[in-house]
């Protein structure tokens, strides 16, 4: 299993909440984080410039096409931008964590260094 990251946009933070909400409590993704961005492009033949909300999950190759479906039956616009990239460095930790969250077994332990013990897995 390969991390993964998935995006998507949608137009409120209630919305980017209540799609992160669902997505985490089902273990499909192991974190959702939402920041606010400014998106142009172009629909229905015009230019739009519009505040969006950009929801970055991090899960497992292996559930892109469950977390796709999630994202599909949840989100509220006609055509969804929904898109993975690779995750191709990581901390080890990090990546035990994911994996474990993600993987949909619901169990999972990260081996910390003493050092970091303090340390939030998803810092």
Known sequence: MDC???ITTVASR???RRIAKAL???RLVACAQISEIESLYHWDGALQDDREFRLLLK??????DAVEQAIRALHP???P??????IDRIDAAYAQWVRGVA????????DIAPDSAERDPDR
Not at 59 to 64: E, W
């Open 4 to 6: 993964i990251a998935v």
């Open 14 to 16: 209630d919305d980017a």
């Open 24 to 26: 985490v409590e089902r």
């Open 59 to 64: 899960t497992v190759d292996t559930q892109y």
């Open 77 to 79: 616009y006609e055509l």
């Open 81 to 86: 931008a929904i898109y993975a990239l690779p």
């Open 103 to 110: 993987d949909g077994s619901g169990a999972w332990s990260v």
